[in-house]
Structure formats: structure tokens, C-alpha cells
């Protein structure tokens, strides 16, 4: 009976393991542009165009010119100076030759900075010593974007400028601070805007589509403005 016993046990582990489910891995990978970045610049963006009035452009197409638009996140910039456009009346104009105005836009510097600082004693080395590494009591790691954006509005048959035109900044950022290693504790502009984010009840929407039929009921037609009555107005202007 013992020379059979390994045997058996043999058998039994090998219909143990046929028995067993196999173990899976999954893989993970990172976008080259952290998530964090990429929001604090299409923030720094909304905010700069939020200082910008284009109702003065209410009934008018307009062709936005973006070859002076020299970023990473040119695609954003342009589509949402677009929708601010629509949101405002304007019709866009998909060649010069069916605008009426022609809106350029240019970047002064759509970017973001990391600074980092910490509360405690610095490390140091000694001779004949080994190395003491920094003791920090409390740290604090922040990322700034800010977005610097151009626009000018001339009429495309007297090549004349509309109103003032000029320049518009603004700043987003994300601080994360830790305090003898626990953390971290969240402020800045980012923060505010995910936080308000409340969650969605089931059914619910951000933005109703319209449908279809409305969007084929005739819509009242707007008046154009003459070009010389066209003010656009930004938050800052070019010195």
C-alpha cells in the first residue's frame, strides 16, 4: 500500500490543477500627458475665453483663422472658440470666401510649471559621515497652467479691424500638500471644478442634443450688425 501512495497523491494534485481556473494579468499603461495636465490647460482655456464677449458678432459669419495658433492643444482652443461663437449667434463660415469676418487666433503661451517646497531641515553630509536625507515636516507640490490667448476681428472686404480685439489670460493649478507624510490635501482651481462635478442620476444628461425636428423648425433670422458697430472686448488687452 505505501509504494502506490505517491501515486495517488500525484493524481490528485494534477486533478487539482486541471480543475483549477487559470490566473489572468492585466496591463496597464500611461498616456504620454498625465490626465492633471491636460485639465488644468483646457481649464486655463475656458477661463480665458470666459473674459471674452463675442455677441458683438451675433448674426455674422465668421471664418476663424487658426495658422497662428502654435500649441499642443491648438484642437481645444479652436473647437471652443467655435462653440463660444455659436453660443453667441454667430454662424461659422467654413471658407473666406462665404465669412464675413475673419476672427484670428493666436497663443501667447498655453503651457503648465511645476514647483515643489517642503517645511523642515535639509539633508547633509558631513566628513566622514554618512549622508543625513532631507527631513521634511511638511511638503507641498504644485502645477500651474496658464493659457495667453489672442484674438482680432477684421471684415473680410475692408480688411479693417472690429473693435479692439486684444489679449486674454488666466491661471489654473493643482496643490497637493502632505503633512508629516499624510496627504494629500487638494486646493487650487482644478479641484473646484471636479469637485462641483456632482455625480449623474441614472438618465440623467450634462447637455440635451437637440433633436432632428427642432433643429428643422425655421428659426427666426437674426440681424447682422454693420462692421463697424462690431465691439469684441477681452478681460485684457495688449498694452
Not at 68 to 88: E, F, M, N, P, T
Not at 91 to 96: D, I, K, P, V
Not at 183 to 208: D, F, I, K, M
Request: a neutral charge.
Amino acid at each position: 500500500m505505501s509504494f502506490h501512495r505517491p501515486r495517488a497523491l500525484c493524481c490528485l494534485l494534477l486533478a487539482l490543477v486541471v480543475s483549477t481556473g487559470g490566473c489572468t494579468s492585466t496591463k496597464q499603461s500611461n498616456t504620454s500627458r498625465t490626465a492633471t495636465e491636460q485639465l488644468l490647460i483646457s481649464n486655463a482655456v475656458d477661463q480665458s475665453l470666459n473674459k471674452i464677449d463675442f455677441t458683438p458678432l451675433a448674426g455674422t459669419a465668421v471664418f476663424v483663422e487658426e495658422k497662428y495658433i502654435d500649441c499642443v492643444d491648438k484642437g481645444y482652443i479652436i473647437g471652443s472658440v467655435r462653440h463660444k461663437l455659436l453660443q453667441a449667434g454667430a454662424t461659422l463660415a467654413t471658407r473666406l470666401e462665404e465669412a464675413d469676418a475673419v476672427m484670428e487666433v493666436r497663443s501667447g503661451g498655453v503651457g503648465t510649471d511645476v514647483t515643489s517646497s517642503y517645511l523642515g531641515v535639509p539633508g547633509f553630509t558631513a566628513p566622514g559621515m554618512i549622508g543625513v536625507p532631507d527631513i521634511k515636516l511638511a511638503t507641498r507640490d504644485s502645477q500651474k497652467a496658464v493659457a495667453k490667448i489672442g484674438i482680432v476681428v477684421y471684415g473680410v472686404k475692408s480688411k479693417r479691424e472690429l473693435g479692439e480685439g486684444g489679449v486674454s489670460m488666466a491661471r489654473a493649478d493643482d496643490t497637493n500638500t502632505y503633512v508629516l507624510g499624510f496627504g494629500p490635501q487638494q486646493s487650487g482651481t482644478l479641484q473646484y471644478e471636479v469637485n462641483r462635478s456632482a455625480p449623474l442620476h441614472p438618465g440623467q444628461h450634462v447637455r440635451e442634443i437637440p433633436s432632428l425636428v427642432a433643429l428643422s423648425q425655421p428659426q427666426r433670422p437674426q440681424s447682422k450688425p454693420a462692421e463697424e458697430t462690431l465691439k469684441l472686448t477681452s478681460g485684457e488687452k495688449d498694452e
